[in-house]
């Protein structure tokens, strides 16, 4: 009878069926974690956890890969370095716990401020660290913290370029150690 509706319903079928089909090879997989963007507040709290709060590891406990004799070396391309020494005061054990409160209310203001509530309570502790201990790995990570702001808020806050300088700590200064830090990406 009406074959003619039947023949366009079965073509739009299989052209919907092409197009899920090509797009379904051309997405081959998921993006590495590394690439991977957080897509809610809570993972973007994680990763601010994970990047601020991780502490450095001194520099002369590298840690080498023990070879069994038996063992011949393989061949492997060199991959960039994701460390970097860099030089920080060690605190006293007060000044430590002090400066961790402080670093502690910093990073969940940072993922607060993303919520365009602003960045004050993070300015505010981050300012207090970079005060009272400006040689030290809390220093650091505060800067880091600055720069990583958004720059209307860097406007709105004042932020200085002093503020968000990390030269300081690539040179050895009297009463500084080296400690091995994951570069920040």
Same mark, same amino acid.
Request: glycine share 4%.
């Given at each position: 009878?009406?074959? %003619? =509706?039947? !023949?366009?319903?079965?073509?739009?079928?299989?052209?919907?069926?092409? /197009?899920?089909?090509?797009?379904?090879?051309?997405?081959?997989?998921?993006?590495?974690? #590394?690439?991977?963007?957080?897509?809610?507040?809570?993972?973007? #709290?994680?990763? &601010? +956890?994970?990047?601020?709060?991780? $502490?450095? !590891?001194? #520099? &002369?406990?590298?840690?080498?890969?023990?070879?069994?004799?038996?063992?011949?070396?393989?061949?492997?391309?060199? $991959?960039?370095? $994701?460390?970097?020494?860099?030089?920080?005061?060690?605190?006293?054990?007060? &000044? $430590? /716990?002090?400066?961790?409160?402080?670093?502690?209310?910093?990073?969940?203001?940072?993922? /607060?401020? *993303?919520?365009?509530?602003?960045?004050?309570?993070?300015?505010?502790?981050? *300012?207090? /660290?970079?005060?009272? =201990?400006? &040689?030290? =790995?809390?220093?650091?990570? #505060? !800067?880091?913290?600055?720069?990583?702001?958004?720059? +209307?808020?860097? +406007?709105?806050?004042?932020?200085?370029?002093?503020?968000?300088?990390?030269?300081? %700590?690539?040179?050895?200064?009297?009463?500084?150690?080296?400690?091995?830090?994951?570069?920040?990406?």
């Amino acid at each position: 009878m009406n074959t %003619f =509706w039947l !023949k366009m319903a079965g073509i739009v079928v299989v052209i919907l069926g092409v /197009i899920i089909l090509v797009n379904v090879l051309s997405s081959s997989g998921r993006k590495p974690e #590394a690439e991977h963007k957080p897509r809610t507040l809570y993972e973007s #709290a994680e990763r &601010d +956890r994970n990047k601020f709060l991780t $502490k450095p !590891k001194p #520099a &002369d406990s590298g840690e080498q890969e023990s070879k069994s004799p038996g063992q011949r070396p393989t061949m492997q391309t060199p $991959k960039p370095p $994701k460390t970097v020494t860099l030089y920080f005061s060690e605190l006293s054990e007060i &000044d $430590k /716990i002090e400066a961790e409160r402080y670093l502690n209310v910093a990073v969940p203001g940072r993922s /607060i401020g *993303r919520l365009q509530v602003g960045f004050k309570l993070m300015v505010e502790n981050c *300012r207090r /660290i970079i005060e009272r =201990w400006p &040689d030290s =790995w809390y220093a650091y990570r #505060a !800067k880091q913290m600055l720069a990583d702001m958004p720059v +209307r808020f860097r +406007r709105r806050y004042h932020i200085t370029e002093e503020e968000l300088d990390l030269s300081r %700590f690539a040179e050895p200064k009297p009463g500084t150690k080296p400690f091995v830090v994951e570069r920040s990406e």
